[in-house]
Each structure stands twice: as C-alpha cells, then as structure tokens.
C-alpha cells in the first residue's frame, strides 16, 4: 500500500538506485541527455525539423546507425569523431553549444561498445525492488546501504554522526518547519533508550505542523491561492481544500486515494461533502470578471491551466507542450494533449466569473470552530420540538377542540369558525375593554384606541394568549385573515397587528380591507 509518507521515501530510494555495479554509460542518465541537448533538434521525435530520415530518440530509429562490425566502425562513431566538413555530426555551422566534447564522444562510444541499449526514462517504467549493494561500513537499514556504498565507489570517507541536539533540530525542521523547543531538547537528551530518534520521529508525524509542512510544496503545485488574481483581484475563499491537503498527510491517506479525491473527488458515487471539497484542486486558477473579456476564451483557459498543472503535478512532464504540436521531447502527441483535454472540458464553472466570493459550482462547508457549536444547537432544537410536542399534546387534550366546537352557536348573522382556525375574534363588544376569542383565548388591548370622527374606533390593537398557539411549529406559517366593514373610503388602519407577523400580501376594495399575514419563521418562537 503507498501512501503519502512512503511515496517521499520511494523517490529517494528510486533516485539513489538508477546507477549500475559497473563503469557502464546508463542510458537515461548519461546517454540520452547528450542525444537530447545536441541531437534531437535534428534526429527527434518533431517530423517537421527532422532531418536525413534519422530519429535517435527511438532504438528502432538509431539502429541503422548503430550497427557496425565493430563498435568503433558504425555510421554513429564515425560521424562523432570526423572532423570532415559534411561529415561531422553535429555540422560545424551548427552552434557552439551543440558540439561534443570529448568526455561526451568518450561517453556515446562506450554505451556503442557495451550494445547501445535504449531504455525507457525511469519515470516510464514500474518501480522494482532493487537489492541493497554490499558495502564495509555498519549499517542500520537498506538506504544506508546504498549511502555507503556510493561513497565507498567515490572513495569518499563517511561523516561522523550527528549529536543528539544535531539530529533533533534537523528532523524537527524537516518534518515540521520549525525548530524544536527547549522541553522537546531536554526530553530527546535524557532519553537513552536505542529507541528515542525513532519515538522523535513518531511524535513529529502525528504533529499538525508536520501536515502543514507537507502541504505547502503541494499548495505551490495546485497554485493555492485566495484571490481570483486577474483583474480587481477579488477575494475566494479555499482554506477548505487547503485543510483537506493538511488532515490527508496527517492522516497518511492512501495516495492513490489522494489522487482520485482530488482530480475527480465530485464524481464519486454518494460522493461525500470530504470527496467534493478535496476536487477544489483544479478550481484554484486564476480567475476572472472584467467586462471586456469573452467568456468563451477564458473558460477554454481555465481547462488549458487545469490541463496544465494536473499533468506537471501528478507526471511531472510538460504536457502542454502538446497543445499546438506533437510533443519534441516526451511521448505525448497533439492528439493525446486533447484527448486529456477533453476531461476538463465538461466542467460547469463559466469562462466569466466574480470577483466577490467562490464562483458557483460550490460546496457548503461551516467553519471549524463552528461546527461543534452547530450540532450542539441540533441537539438543543431536538430537545425543545420534544418539549413543544409534548406542550401541544397537553393543550389539545386540556381542550379538545371538536368538543368545544359542538357546543357553540355561530355569531348572529355570522357563519360558524372553521375548524382549522386557532384564534377567532369577531370584536362585537362594545365596551372595547376586552376581546374575546370564541375559541377559548383572550386578548387585552394595548394602549388607548384611537377613535375616528364619528367617535367609532378604527384600530383594536391585542395582546394575544392562547393555548391553541402550543400546537405551531416554529417553521409553521400563521396565516391571520380581516374582514372590515367600513363607510370611509379613505385608508384604513390596520385592523389586526400582531407585532410577531410581517405582512406580506394585501387585498383591498372600496368598503372592505382585507389583509393576510403570515409569520416569519425566523421570529416565532425564537428562543
């Protein structure tokens, strides 16, 4: 299983077991970089600059020139060694920097001696185990192995190792970026267990600061960043995806599954909120919304810049030298370079986008330091529905409606409440002290009424109390209806005002006002 620590650790190891036991040119490392810098230009993969049908970037390609009786007698090693006009490679009216020196024609000839082999370049090819080389010095693991033994080659004489302080402070830099404390020195010097660098080693890793660490060069790659950069330079906001990079090296996630969270995190089945966030790395380019650009040039950007940086981040080529022409140098075609293309190119997010925040698509994700305050107040809103349904349950068994609503008689000329009514006032009093509500409840006035010129009162502002009130959700809309006579054609006052409602629809007609109201959930029952 790879995962994010030993993949660092697999590079290194990778790069210290390229070499070969003998004297031997490498192909990859000593051979091919001499045929890229001084040959390819001419005899490469570009057909357009190709010149004498040759190609020595291919085995295929080179064999022809390779072939001889004798090393010292094939097409290339003469070529290499003439000094003759028309004859020597590279021509002498090429530039200087394209002619070989002698240590190169040195280098060229003994890879011809020893069967000109081609070899993929390292990158290409799977990793194999490699067996640790033999070497004089004592060692406590395989990498130092290869260590020694490259020194011993090099006739290079080990180093002494590093005191205890040393040792300290150049693991805590490396696995966190900060120099160890006082407390974490005298800790490591007194412990002199065969164990104590190794429990060092353990603790750093389990430190939030070893994951910011190891995020920062992959928040380089992914071009982190919390501004839309073109244009006003606007604020977006990415810390999300930036904490999701830290918790996956804190939490040596599988690095298979730190690459497909990340390029393609959406669109796993049932993908979680985790999952989606993680695919914010390709919404970290530069962005932008001026009003002179054309959506369309900038949204086939945003996919060049995603082809871009997935390809350099994850294959370490530059693959969008692909995209005017076949490749000149890695095996990528123009056709390949749009076949990736294509992936991106089914994304949502537009070619014109805002300065003022994430542009849509997006993600809903609460601050940490919220969170816990936000299922708290879920717990907390669980126990009062449970409480507000138990206070409804004791209202309507203390009253049964129905059974109050067979013993009464419509008002005179009045039809009977409907029985989806809560409170029902047909203000019919006439000492205008008190309000009462046919289903049960009461309602004071508040303040003096205001009367019109007549002396007859136009408002009857209430305070109202009722235990039909317990049966409402706070998310339940109240809807307050008002029927008002009147003989005024001039506006009326509102007939019913309850300071909890906002209204927000009205109907009115030259003798009757008629107003519905609905609450505001965000206000009723509001603790």
């Given at each position: 299983?790879?995962?994010m620590?030993?993949?660092?650790?697999?590079?290194?190891?990778l790069?210290?077991?390229?070499g070969?036991?003998?004297d031997?040119p490498?192909?990859?490392?000593?051979v091919?970089?001499?045929?890229?810098?001084?040959c390819?230009?001419?005899h490469g993969?570009?057909e357009?600059?190709?010149?004498?049908?040759?190609r020595?970037d291919t085995?295929?390609?080179?064999a022809?020139v390779?072939?001889?009786?004798?090393?010292?007698?094939s097409e290339?090693?003469?070529?290499i060694?003439?000094?003759e006009?028309?004859?020597?490679?590279?021509?002498?009216?090429?530039n200087?920097?394209?002619n070989?020196?002698?240590?190169?024609?040195?280098?060229?000839?003994?890879w011809?001696?020893?069967?000109g082999?081609y070899?993929?370049?390292?990158?290409?090819?799977?990793?194999?185990?490699?067996?640790?080389p033999?070497?004089?010095?004592?060692?406590?693991?395989?990498?130092?192995?290869?260590?020694f033994?490259?020194?011993?080659?090099?006739?290079l004489?080990?180093?002494?190792?590093?005191?205890?302080?040393?040792?300290?402070r150049?693991?805590?830099?490396?696995?966190?970026?900060?120099?160890?404390?006082?407390k974490?020195?005298?800790?490591?010097?007194?412990d002199?267990?065969?164990?104590a660098?190794?429990?060092?080693v353990?603790r750093?890793?389990?430190?939030?600061?070893?994951?910011e660490?190891?995020?920062v060069?992959?928040?380089?790659?992914?071009?982190?960043?919390?501004?839309?950069?073109?244009?006003a330079?606007?604020?977006?906001?990415?810390?999300?995806?930036?904490?999701?990079?830290i918790?996956?090296f804190?939490?040596?996630?599988?690095?298979?599954?730190?690459?497909?969270?990340?390029?393609?995190g959406d669109l796993?089945?049932?993908a979680?909120?985790e999952?989606?966030v993680?695919s914010g790395?390709?919404?970290n380019?530069?962005?932008?919304?001026?009003g002179?650009?054309?959506?369309?040039?900038?949204r086939v950007?945003y996919?060049?810049?995603?082809?871009?940086?997935?390809?350099?981040?994850w294959l370490?080529l530059?693959?969008?030298?692909?995209?005017?022409?076949?490749?000149?140098?890695d095996?990528?075609?123009?056709?390949?370079?749009?076949q990736?293309?294509?992936?991106?190119?089914?994304?949502?997010?537009?070619?014109?986008?805002?300065r003022?925040?994430?542009?849509?698509?997006?993600?809903?994700?609460?601050d940490?330091e919220?969170?816990?305050?936000?299922?708290?107040?879920?717990?907390?809103?669980?126990?009062?529905?449970?409480?507000l349904?138990?206070?409804?349950?004791?209202?309507?068994?203390g009253?049964?409606?129905t059974e109050w609503?067979?013993?009464?008689?419509?008002?005179a000329?009045?039809?009977?409440?409907?029985?989806?009514l809560?409170?029902f006032?047909?203000?019919?009093?006439?000492?205008?002290?008190?309000?009462?509500?046919y289903?049960?409840?009461?309602?004071?006035p508040?303040?003096?009424?205001?009367?019109?010129?007549t002396?007859?009162?136009?408002r009857?502002?209430?305070n109202?109390?009722?235990?039909?009130l317990?049966?409402?959700?706070r998310d339940?809309p109240?809807?307050?209806?008002?029927?008002?006579?009147?003989?005024?054609?001039?506006?009326?006052?509102d007939?019913?005002?309850?300071?909890?409602?906002e209204?927000?629809?009205r109907?009115?007609?030259?003798g009757?006002?008629?107003?519905?109201?609905?609450?505001?959930?965000d206000?009723?029952?509001?603790?």
């Open positions: 299983m790879l995962t620590r030993y993949a660092v650790c697999l590079i290194f190891a790069a210290g077991a390229t070969r036991a003998d031997a490498n192909f990859s490392r000593d091919r970089p001499i045929l890229a810098d001084k390819y230009h001419c993969p570009d357009k600059h190709r010149k004498g049908d040759l020595l085995a295929a390609g080179a022809a390779l072939r001889g009786a004798k090393p010292g007698e290339l090693v003469r070529r060694t003439s000094t006009a028309g004859v020597q490679m590279p021509p002498r009216k090429s200087f920097t394209k070989l020196t002698a240590k190169e024609i040195a280098t060229l000839k003994a011809i001696a020893d069967g082999k070899t993929n370049h390292w990158a290409f090819d799977p990793p194999k185990r490699v067996d640790a033999a070497t004089k010095h004592p060692t406590r693991n395989d990498i130092d192995k290869f260590v033994s490259r020194l011993e080659k090099e006739k004489t080990p180093s002494l190792e590093a005191d205890k302080a040393t040792l300290l150049r693991v805590t830099l490396d696995l966190t970026g900060v120099p160890p404390t006082l974490e020195l005298d800790d490591f010097l007194a002199k267990s065969p164990t660098y190794e429990a060092v353990d750093l890793l389990k430190s939030r600061r070893y994951g660490r190891m995020a060069a992959w928040l380089d790659l992914a071009r982190y960043g919390d501004s839309s950069v073109y244009h330079d606007g604020p977006r906001d990415m810390w999300a995806w930036r904490d999701w990079v918790r996956a804190e939490e040596n996630k599988r690095f298979d599954q730190f690459t497909i969270e990340q390029i393609a796993l089945p049932n979680t909120r999952q989606k993680a790395f390709n919404r380019h530069a962005t932008t919304d001026e002179g650009v054309i959506p369309e040039e900038f950007d996919v060049v810049d995603r082809v871009k940086t997935v390809s350099s981040t370490a530059s693959v969008e030298c692909a995209q005017c022409h076949d490749h000149k140098y095996p990528i075609s123009q056709r390949e370079y749009y990736f293309y294509a992936y991106f190119n089914n994304t949502r997010d537009p070619g014109m986008q805002t003022n925040g994430n542009q849509a698509p997006t993600v809903d994700v609460f940490p919220l969170e816990s305050r936000r299922e708290a107040a879920k717990v907390a809103r669980t126990a009062a529905e449970k409480e349904a138990e206070l409804r349950g004791k209202a309507v068994a009253k049964p409606f609503l067979a013993k009464q008689k419509p008002p000329g009045g039809t009977a409440p409907s029985a989806e809560a409170l006032f047909p203000f019919d009093e006439t000492d205008r002290a008190t309000a009462f509500d289903l049960g409840g009461t309602a004071v508040s303040g003096t009424l205001p009367t019109s010129t002396g007859d009162p136009c009857h502002p209430l109202l109390t009722s235990d039909q317990a049966t409402l959700d339940e109240i809807p307050v209806a008002s029927f008002v006579l009147s003989n005024y054609t001039a506006r009326l006052y007939p019913v005002t309850f300071d909890p409602l209204l927000i629809e109907q009115e007609t030259a009757v006002d008629v107003r519905n109201q609905w609450s505001r959930r206000r009723l029952h509001d603790p």
